[in-house]
């Protein structure tokens, strides 16, 4: 399955996230089409069609009938992954969500700039992503268990 990501440098992940997530909800509704330019999304000229729209926390995944891609808000920027059948129809997601996130993003003048991804990895990480996930603040250490230079300085004493 052809797949492509984009790591774009951002101090409002979290708001991309939310309106990404918005407008895919909306153009997800049957009653509520967005209105589109006229350009050929695919053979019948429709862009790809939103199934469901999946957030919890600091990703997202929108389900197409022709893909999916993933959102993730971390610190200082936002990750996107794009999955599709075939290169045809991943250049159609590509370009969906660079349109998108350019548009939302025109004040901080965002860029997306896509590269190949194994179908096997998920949106680019790397281990200070997987510590920042972590729920909650580290467990205290009892004192007793304190090494005693360090409960010295903890202490003042």
Same mark, same amino acid.
Do not use: N
């Given at each position: 399955?052809?797949?492509?990501?984009?790591?774009?440098?951002?101090?409002?992940?979290?708001?991309?996230?939310?309106?990404?997530?918005?407008?895919?909800?909306?153009?997800?509704?049957?009653?509520?089409? #967005? +209105?589109? *330019?006229?350009?050929?999304?695919?053979?019948?000229? !429709? =862009?790809?069609?939103? @199934?469901?729209?999946?957030?919890?926390?600091?990703?997202?995944?929108?389900?197409?009938?022709?893909?999916?891609?993933?959102?993730?808000? #971390? +610190?200082? *920027?936002?990750?996107?992954?794009?999955?599709?059948? !075939? =290169?045809?129809?991943? @250049?159609?997601?590509?370009?969906?969500?660079?349109?998108?996130?350019?548009?939302?993003?025109?004040?901080?003048?965002?860029?997306?700039?896509?590269?190949?991804?194994?179908?096997?990895?998920?949106?680019?990480?790397?281990?200070?992503?997987?510590?920042?996930?972590?729920?909650?603040?580290?467990?205290?250490?009892?004192?007793?268990?304190?090494?005693?230079?360090?409960?010295?300085?903890?202490?003042?004493?």
């Amino acid at each position: 399955m052809p797949a492509a990501e984009a790591d774009i440098r951002t101090d409002h992940a979290a708001s991309y996230l939310a309106r990404l997530c918005g407008h895919a909800a909306k153009m997800g509704q049957a009653s509520h089409r #967005l +209105p589109h *330019r006229p350009r050929g999304h695919d053979r019948d000229g !429709d =862009p790809p069609q939103v @199934r469901r729209v999946e957030r919890v926390g600091i990703e997202a995944t929108v389900y197409l009938d022709r893909g999916q891609w993933t959102v993730r808000a #971390l +610190p200082g *920027r936002l990750t996107v992954r794009a999955e599709a059948a !075939d =290169p045809e129809d991943l @250049r159609q997601i590509q370009d969906l969500l660079t349109t998108r996130l350019e548009t939302f993003g025109r004040r901080e003048h965002l860029t997306v700039t896509w590269q190949a991804a194994t179908a096997e990895a998920r949106t680019t990480d790397g281990q200070e992503d997987h510590q920042h996930e972590r729920a909650g603040s580290p467990a205290p250490v009892p004192a007793d268990r304190i090494e005693p230079d360090r409960r010295d300085a903890r202490s003042g004493r």
